[in-house]
């Protein structure tokens, strides 16, 4: 199964809220490049089709993380929709975010070559948690919680103030837990 299959597969078979049906739709569609694009333009998974595959290991690590006694001892129990929601989705603002370029390399001789590599091409300049939020409530609704835990899905390493991550982690335990599925997704899985 291709990492497209099992994306649209989770999605179909989890997300059932109004709209989920128009969000899948502009995914799949062509004014979309979620399948094709990458997830970073250097770090993890800069490759064509990266971005599919580490919304899919978000997925897994946070099935994981959310399975743990310990977790729900904390009151992180969310249904396995929010999870598909909130992993799946959380970076939906990479949609058409990056293009693909040629740079100029020294290789092995010293004799420049051009090279692919992906640059950043920021049409909707809203940040990075947010804009993804903003893109998903222009199909569906989120929860509080599901808004919250994709706005601080980077954790402390989000723009703004520490506090605030703080919060968000103490107020909501899922933004914890997205957070360490995106960090065991982009630093143990994808490097």
Known sequence: MTDRERFIEIFKNNIKREGAAELLDYLTGPQSDFFTAPA?????NSCRGGLVNHSLNVYDRLCDIVSRDSMKEFGCNPSAET???????????KVNFYKEST?????????????????????????????SVYIITG?????????FAIRYHMGFSTQGEARDVSAAFAMFPLCYAVSCADMEATYYIEQ
């Open 40 to 44: 970073s333009a250097r770090y993890h």
């Open 83 to 93: 999870v598909a929601i909130v992993s799946l989705l959380h970076d939906l603002c």
């Open 103 to 131: 740079r100029n390399v020294k290789d092995e001789n010293g004799v420049w070559q051009k090279v692919p590599y992906f640059e950043i091409d920021d049409k909707l300049p809203y940040g990075h948690g947010e804009k």
């Open 139 to 147: 199909f569906m609704r989120l929860t509080r919680e599901e808004a």
